[in-house]
């Protein structure tokens, strides 16, 4: 069998494109899972993006957000519900929070559901994020009192 040797200028056009395909979904993929947080007390949810378009809710300092689009100073996203809007990107931060899904959740002594309840959190509490550990997240809640719930049961990051 006769060994034919392969062009350099098909080698750097192959890796070429498997790096631009990889780029793009990789950028794709890092868009559709930014989150944001409320970073102010109060925070309008708009209908478009200008301070002219309707208000379609009012947000609290915390509240977790997926970023759908960006258009200038403005990003338009989603919360926990799927309600979708437009939000002035200055009014957002990056601390991770979290919201209950679930109708009822424990919260628990370390993250096992053998361990020790410690309270129960309700649908739609805001969480402040803590640590990660597997499928567990060591939350706060606003009064300041901190356990694990199942990361299964909540919404954000």
Not at 21 to 33: I, M, R
Not at 74 to 83: A, G, K, Y
Not at 86 to 93: A, E, H, K, S
Not at 144 to 149: F, K
């Amino acid at each position: 069998m006769a060994y034919t040797r392969r062009s350099p200028v098909l080698g750097r056009t192959l890796t070429f494109l498997f790096v631009t395909l990889w780029l793009v979904f990789w950028t794709q993929g890092a868009l559709a899972q930014s989150m944001v947080s409320v970073d102010r007390s109060v925070v309008n949810l708009r209908s478009g993006a200008s301070t002219k378009d309707t208000i379609l809710f009012e947000l609290g300092k915390g509240y977790p957000l997926e970023v759908i689009r960006r258009q200038g100073s403005w990003l338009q996203v989603r919360d926990f519900e799927n309600d979708k809007g437009w939000i002035y990107r200055p009014m957002v931060g990056r601390k991770a929070h979290l919201v209950v899904k679930a109708t009822i959740a424990n919260v628990r002594s370390a993250p096992s559901t053998n361990s020790r309840i410690l309270g129960k959190v309700e649908y739609g509490e805001l969480l402040r994020t803590l640590e990660h550990r597997r499928k567990w997240v060591r939350v706060q809640r606003e009064s300041g009192a901190q356990g694990w719930v199942s990361r299964g049961l909540l919404w954000g990051w």
